[in-house]
């Protein structure tokens, strides 16, 4: 492959998935600017294995591993909890974010979207970020097990029974 | 829900952000395995060959020759060295974003010194002056793309956009003087020169204090 077909292939997967993986870095990190920094060394990441020849199956899947991985590095580095609490709250499964307070650099969120993102993190550790990259990214359970490092099975499991739970969360909270 | 789904979905990346990572990756040296094999011959071009060269002959030479090129005019002998020789290894070795908008300043910077020192001497001819022009534009526009690369978190953009505004600032009597064929007069170089140093002073402590914070932070 020529160097301006990888460009070509690379830029097309860029504009594709950019802001998908932006909003999954944010949410979970809460700081634009470190956010973009995680994107931006994720596809560079990307950019460098196209170069190298190497073939990705499944990109989607491989950018938001990486994704998931540096934002648990980031966890780590960041050293507010000790890597035993990470490890406690399931693998490094972290919340998402959903504050009421922003500072003015901060995108501000709609009642609603607060809303989900509080039932969510809610939820017991396991179902959170299966039924965000399901409901909000549209990833299917092969590419979050993939993530995960689950099976597709444990995946499709984790989603059916977050969705019952968000339900009777929901249910309740309408009552 | 849907619809809150549907907000968390807007939050996107804006489009300048989204051309500045594109921009930064695609810009990052990576050698395809898929290039055509560079012949032996080739080894002329290879960066690390032209840096090891330069320094080679700067070490044989005891350092004179780049001691003096770099106090050279447009019109000198050595002016040819530093422009081809000597600044290109100085932007080869500046490889961070934030060295290389520094670097770049300090070029735009060198491009007005000349300028000044000719019209003093008078000889700044149409053709120089068309010549420095450039170049000062070239290095001010590679100066502003350097800081789109530096990540706006650290406030080192900020911060080396500021000092170059200040630098120039001082300067603009002196290039209004220069732009409408008016001469120099010797005290005019000396005051410009006083107040770029104290510029530069003014980084340096900054600087320094940012080297004390850090070292603060760190412990």
Redesign the interface.
């Given at each position: 492959m020529e160097a301006s077909q990888i460009k070509q292939i690379f830029t097309r997967t860029y504009n594709k998935e950019s802001d998908s993986l932006f909003r999954y870095c944010y949410l979970r990190v809460h700081d634009r600017e470190k956010a973009i920094d995680i994107v931006q060394d994720i596809f560079a990441e990307l950019w460098k294995k196209m170069n190298g020849g190497e073939t990705i199956k499944n990109e989607r899947a491989y950018l938001f591993t990486l994704a998931h991985n540096r934002i648990i590095d980031w966890y780590r580095k960041k050293k507010s909890e000790s890597l035993d609490a990470l490890l406690e709250n399931d693998e490094g499964e972290r919340p998402f974010d959903h504050p009421d307070e922003r500072s003015e650099t901060d995108i501000i969120l709609s009642s609603e979207a607060k809303s989900v993102l509080k039932e969510i993190d809610n939820l017991e550790p396991v179902y959170r970020e299966v039924l965000y990259l399901r409901f909000v990214e549209d990833l299917s359970p092969q590419e979050i097990a993939m993530i995960l490092k689950i099976t597709p099975n444990t995946a499709s499991v984790r989603i059916t029974r977050g969705i019952e739970k968000l339900r009777e969360k929901f249910h309740t909270q309408n009552k | 829900?849907n619809?809150?789904?549907n907000?968390?979905?807007n939050?996107?990346?804006t489009h300048s952000?989204?051309t500045r990572?594109?921009n930064?990756?695609?810009e990052?040296p990576?050698?395809?395995?898929?290039?055509p094999k560079q012949s032996i011959w080739n080894f002329a071009f290879n960066k690390f060959a032209y840096v090891t060269s330069i320094l080679l002959i700067v070490a044989m030479t005891g350092g004179t020759l780049a001691y003096a090129d770099e106090y050279s005019l447009p019109g000198d002998m050595l002016y040819p060295i530093k422009r081809n020789i000597t600044e290109p290894m100085h932007s080869i070795l500046a490889n961070t974003p934030s060295a290389r908008a520094e670097w770049e300043a300090t070029k735009a910077m060198r491009r007005l010194s000349e300028a000044e020192l000719l019209a003093k001497r008078n000889d700044l001819t149409p053709e120089k002056k068309t010549k420095i022009e450039k170049d000062f534009k070239n290095s001010v526009a590679a100066f502003r793309a350097s800081l789109q690369s530096i990540?706006?978190?650290t406030g080192r953009s900020e911060e080396l956009g500021a000092s170059f505004e200040e630098s120039m600032k001082n300067r603009t009597d002196i290039i209004q003087r220069i732009s409408s064929g008016d001469k120099l007069e010797e005290n005019d170089i000396e005051l410009e020169n006083e107040s770029e140093n104290r510029a530069s002073t003014s980084q340096k402590e900054s600087r320094d204090e940012r080297g004390e914070s850090r070292e603060g932070d760190d412990r």
């Open positions: - | 829900m619809k809150g789904i907000d968390i979905k939050i996107n990346l952000e989204k990572i594109l930064n990756i695609v990052m990576i050698v395809s395995p898929y290039a990540s706006t978190s």
